[in-house]
């Protein structure tokens, strides 16, 4: 409408012209500029999402409810359910039936109104689908056309890192992670989508972003004083186990975005808190994903 407040001759003309023309064709240019003007942003339809987890998982679910409603996807909205370590799998979510977790997670999942339902990677070695089997099968029965996801998690403990790696015959930590990446997709996604053919199943590869900016830290590479154990606001661990300080979190959140809704984050304006560029360092960590996990 600014258009329409310039005092330009022309202007003038074509308001003179609109009054001629009558109030129905004024009505009319006025949708017509609304329509076509490229500068207009327009919401974006979200997702009705059900996210089950552990600790390794939950800080990714919460940040994606505000980086959605940034990113223009104003429906969207989540149900996040999570119980710490390995009570945070889906297979003790679904064995301990009686508990109030395991009903909520049912009660959502009874509505018949979930689009996306994510899970964490976490499983029985005896049976790796076991726990992601019985809730697809749940699930899928009421919400016949719900997309699934398996966000992938680091590795735990990073001070022995290289050790583990060395115990499983590798080199690195990257070698490591590779591995337990392909066990996702070879041994479960492959599976549950041969059980689940007409299922959307696909993979968020969260824990590079630990490994990435480890490894980054360690080169000197990142433009923040970042220590590798410490408080959460200035280091890339908080604890032993491995829980994830800001910068990770940051960096883990615009994968989930970028995975989830397809967000080119080398055009999304959000401001980390970092002076290192996250949004590249996730979409990089995207475009390295093999693209048959991904939605």
Same mark, same amino acid.
């Given at each position: ?10 202007? =003038? ?20 500029? !609304? ?8 919401? *974006? ?17 919460? =940040?994606?409810? @505000? ?39 049912? $009660?959502?999942? @009874?509505?018949?109104?979930? +689009?996306? #339902?994510?899970?964490? $990677? ?17 699930? !899928? =029965? ?11 998690? *680091? ?10 790696? *060395? ?12 591995? #337990? ?8 996604? @492959? ?8 299922? =959307? ?13 480890? *490894? ?7 433009? +923040? ?7 959460? $606001? !200035?280091?890339? #661990? ?7 300080? +800001? ?49």
């Amino acid at each position: 409408m600014e258009r329409l407040n310039n005092n330009s001759k022309h202007q =003038k003309h074509f308001l003179m012209t609109l009054k001629k023309l009558g109030l129905a064709a004024l009505v009319i240019v006025f949708i017509s500029c !609304t329509t076509n003007d490229d500068s207009v942003e327009e919401s *974006q339809e979200g997702y009705t999402m059900l996210l089950i987890g552990n600790s390794f998982f939950r800080p990714y679910a919460e =940040k994606l409810d @505000d980086l959605s409603i940034l990113a223009g996807f104003e429906d969207h909205k989540s149900t996040r359910i999570t119980r710490g370590g390995e009570n945070g799998r889906p297979i003790n979510f679904w064995n301990d039936s009686t508990s109030s977790e395991h009903l909520q997670i049912k $009660a959502a999942l @009874d509505q018949g109104n979930i +689009d996306v #339902f994510g899970m964490t $990677a976490g499983h029985d070695p005896e049976d790796r689908i076991e726990g992601h089997r019985a809730w697809i099968d749940y699930a !899928t =029965k009421r919400n016949p056309n719900i997309i699934i996801f398996i966000a992938i998690p *680091q590795i735990d403990f990073p001070a022995e890192w290289e050790q583990r790696a *060395q115990e499983y015959g590798f080199n690195s930590i990257q070698e490591l992670n590779d591995y #337990f990446v392909d066990i996702v997709h070879d041994e479960m996604v @492959d599976s549950l989508r041969i059980e689940f053919p007409t299922t =959307k199943i696909f993979t968020i590869p969260t824990g590079w972003s630990s490994i990435n900016l480890d *490894q980054m830290n360690e080169n000197n590479e990142l433009l +923040d004083n970042i220590s590798r154990f410490g408080p959460q $606001a !200035t280091s890339l #661990f908080v604890d032993e186990k491995g829980h994830q300080g +800001d910068i990770i979190r940051e960096t883990g959140s615009l994968i989930w975005l970028n995975s989830i809704y397809g967000v080119d984050l080398s055009t999304f304006s959000y401001d980390t808190g970092f002076m290192t560029n996250l949004p590249e360092i996730a979409e990089e960590i995207m475009d390295s994903h093999d693209p048959n996990y991904k939605l």
